[in-house]
């Protein structure tokens, strides 16, 4: 059974900076995209960034280009996102998906993890 789970969310200032990790386990593919995915009260789910598997092509939504940086370290199975200047319209559920490839819309991912909180007070 594929299973993410993410971690790392929080409360924070505007301008301060978190790291979320996504920790996959049971993924039978040879090779992944892992993708974070944000999801506001009363907002649809949105993509964040993803990262290719095959090139480490690395993805990013104009709103977080220049403050987010995904990463991953595959010896530990984990995919990060670096979130620094952080913004009060950036607080939302963040979630990671998997899948072949690396995708905007959020029907293409077939694995998800629980979510993560992050807020961040003005």
């Known amino acids: 059974q594929v299973q993410l789970v993410e971690s790392g969310g929080g409360l924070v200032q505007s301008g301060g900076s978190l790291r979320l990790s996504c920790v996959a386990s049971?993924?039978?593919?040879?090779?992944?995209?892992s993708a974070w995915f944000r999801q506001a009260p009363g907002k649809e789910r949105e993509g964040v960034s993803c990262?290719?598997?095959?090139?480490?092509?690395?993805y990013y939504a104009d709103s977080v280009k220049g403050r987010f940086t995904i990463s991953r370290d595959n010896a530990k199975n984990t995919v990060y996102l670096q979130m620094s200047s952080l913004k009060p319209e950036d607080t939302a559920v963040y979630y990671c998906a998997t899948d072949s490839f690396c995708s905007w819309h959020e029907d293409e991912y077939e694995y998800w993890g629980q979510g993560t909180q992050v807020a961040v007070s003005s």
């Open positions: 049971g993924f039978t593919a040879d090779y992944y995209a």
């Open positions: 990262i290719s598997h095959t090139d480490h092509t690395t």
